[in-house]
């Protein structure tokens, strides 16, 4: 899954890429079209022919002929083993869907700083909402079909939009770090109910994981060190980093 996020003239709107699927047929070869979501929210974009490409392009051949003469022998110099002409590459073709992430009607309307995770079946997106000097930090939970489950669900209000936003799951609730000051953790359980300041750590620029039945996070210290510190299922600190 991958986040791209734009917006309208009229109305902010952030796009979510849900799939990309690949498909090839016999000596023809589609691409997605270079243009993504229009302003009017049209929602998809549909794939374009594209000409085969020649694998091993002459620059002397004859332009008429399409073929590769080898100047010694009269014929190709990379010949098919059945026709006698150069084998055609061609490139697979590619469906893109786009999902509304988020939309505003407000004209200030601004989203940025995007951050992926999945628990399963479904898959959520945290990201900064500025509307004017007001921002906040909100999650919106995703079916496998990329729709949208529910309201999305504040978890903090930053200072300023760049704060690094960083998401994982655990399979059963999701773990949501950022840092302005400091670091400032979150998560939204499996009932869809926010908790928040869950946890705050002095450090910056962290990452969140969950792997091997437990949550780590890792960070800068302000000497510019890396830590990495485990956490409780709730994201309280375990131990020493």
């Not at 979510?16 to 243009?35: H, I, N, Q, R």
């Not at 669900?153 to 998401?167: C, R």
């Not at 300041?197 to 890792?218: D, E, N, R």
């Amino acid at each position: 899954m991958r986040v791209s996020l734009s917006s309208g003239s009229v109305v902010a709107t952030a796009w979510l890429l849900v799939s990309c699927a690949p498909s090839v047929e016999d000596g023809s070869a589609e691409l997605p079209s270079a243009t993504g979501p229009s302003a009017s929210g049209s929602g998809s974009v549909e794939a374009d022919a594209a000409t085969p490409l020649n694998s091993n392009p002459d620059p002397d051949s004859n332009p008429d002929s399409g073929t590769n003469p080898d100047p010694n022998s009269g014929t190709n110099s990379n010949p098919d083993s059945d026709s006698g002409t150069n084998p055609v590459v061609t490139l697979p073709a590619q469906s893109v869907v786009w999902k509304t992430l988020a939309a505003g009607e407000d004209q200030r309307t601004h989203f940025s700083s995007p951050s992926v995770g999945s628990r399963g079946e479904e898959a959520a997106v945290a990201y900064v909402e500025s509307v004017g000097d007001v921002l906040r930090i909100l999650i919106q939970r995703f079916d496998a079909q990329g729709e949208r489950l529910g309201e999305a669900v504040a978890l903090g209000a930053p200072p300023d939009e760049y704060v690094g936003l960083t998401l994982a799951s655990d399979g059963k609730q999701y773990g949501v770090c950022w840092s302005d000051t400091q670091i400032h953790c979150a998560t939204l359980d499996a009932e869809n109910q926010a908790h928040t300041a869950v946890l705050t750590l002095a450090g910056q620029y962290p990452k969140i994981a969950f792997a091997h039945g437990g949550w780590v996070l890792s960070y800068f210290t302000a000497n510019e060190q890396i830590h990495l510190q485990a956490l409780s299922d709730t994201l309280e600190v375990q131990g020493q980093p």
